[in-house]
């Protein structure tokens, strides 16, 4: 049976990837400084609550939840009810209540404490962590390929359609560079910065990889206006 398909809301993108992305799916949003992945996993959260009232959840492991929110406030994401269904965690909170919780585990274990309790409390669609590679400094992995394995089961096993935000500098033709990660995930969204001419760089997306969809893989160019995200065929 197909799994029901969570939209992305970004124009002309959910048509390329039969309506949406699988719920319960664990999907890389892979690239490299800049590319607005952050902004795009965000928007993709945000937007299911204002338009179709689904819960979410943004883990932010590199930046308070304050800034995060005042970046996307100038990109137009301020929507009190939107946000209201939004739960925004930050590593900062937790390094704040550090002296409460020692004793009951390392930062991994209290990340995952964190995202076990929000989903026993209530039903969650989306879980978007940011980034997988701080996650994986704090998890100190002493055998990547077995200790990665076992996060992408335990995300799988929270339930939500997970957007794991990931450093991996990649071409949008090519995608992202062999690693653990890229077998592990359900789905693979890269974005890049394509040069066009000598002085124009254009923003780029491709679904590399999406497992049991039919998807277009087709490089598109990506874009932000105040009204979201859309994307266009590229012409090279």
């Not at 400084?33 to 819960?55: C, Q, V």
């Not at 077995?146 to 997970?162: A, H, N, Q, V």
Request: aromatic share 8%.
């Amino acid at each position: 049976m197909e799994r029901p398909r969570i939209p992305t809301h970004v124009k002309g993108f959910d048509e390329a990837v039969g309506g949406g992305l699988p719920e319960g799916y664990v999907v890389l949003v892979a690239g490299a400084p800049g590319t607005m992945k952050s902004s795009l996993a965000f928007s993709i959260a945000y937007n299911n609550a204002l338009r179709d009232g689904r819960k979410g959840v943004y883990f932010t492991l590199e930046q308070s939840k304050d800034n995060l929110l005042e970046h996307m406030a100038s990109m137009g994401m301020a929507d009190e009810k939107a946000l209201g269904l939004v739960t925004i965690l930050d590593m900062g909170s937790i390094r704040k209540n550090l002296n409460f919780l020692q004793g009951r585990g390392t930062w991994f274990e209290l990340f995952k404490m964190h995202c076990t309790n929000i989903m026993k409390a209530d039903r969650q669609s989306i879980l978007v962590v940011d980034s997988l590679d701080v996650l994986e400094t704090m998890a100190k992995m002493a055998d990547r390929r077995t200790d990665m394995y076992f996060l992408f089961e335990w995300l799988r096993d929270l339930g939500p359609l997970t957007l794991l935000v990931s450093e991996r500098p990649g071409d949008a033709t090519a995608g992202v560079t062999a690693a653990e990660e890229a077998y592990l995930a359900d789905g693979i969204v890269q974005v890049a910065m394509q040069p066009t001419s000598d002085l124009q760089i254009q923003r780029r997306i491709r679904v590399v990889k999406l497992r049991a969809t039919r998807h277009e893989t087709a490089v598109y160019a990506l874009a932000w206006a105040p009204g979201g995200f859309e994307v266009t065929r590229a012409v090279s």
